[in-house]
Nanobody
Framework: QVQLVESGGGLVQAGASLRLSCAAS????????MVWFRQAPGQDREFVAG????????YYGDSVKGRFTISGDNAKNLVYLQMDSLKPEDTAVYYC????????????????WGQGTQVTVSS
């Protein structure tokens, strides 16, 4: 059984930083694509960032480029999302997801999802 578990969310002030972690278990993820989505109340789920272990590709959503950094430890099945210069509009539940193909921004292409971690940025 595949499991993705996020951690690292919390309440911070605008301008602060947070690092989210996603731990994957139950399957070898050496060729998987792992991504972060987020969902704010009343809004659709939004692609944030993704990393493909197979191709080495990294991709960011426009709203986080230059502020967020995705990285990971393939051997340990860990993916991180370093979030700097946080803004109130970054407030959302952040989800880790995975699939075997290349990075896409469409949530339906992802087979595995974590339970989410709340990030709240106060002004």
């Amino acid at each position: 059984q595949v499991q993705l578990v996020e951690s690292g969310g919390g309440l911070v002030q605008a301008g602060a930083s947070l690092r989210l972690s996603c731990a994957a278990s139950g399957r070898a993820f050496s060729t998987y694509t792992m991504v972060w989505f987020r969902q704010a109340p009343g809004q659709d789920r939004e692609f944030v960032a993704g990393i493909s272990w197979g191709s080495g590709s990294i991709y960011y959503g426009d709203s986080v480029k230059g502020r967020f950094t995705i990285s990971g430890d393939n051997a340990k099945n860990l993916v991180y999302l370093q979030m700097d210069s946080l803004k109130p509009e970054d407030t959302a539940v952040y989800y880790c997801a995975a699939q075997r193909g290349e990075i896409t921004t469409r949530e339906r292409t992802y087979d595995y999802w974590g339970q989410g971690t709340q990030v709240t940025v106060s002004s």
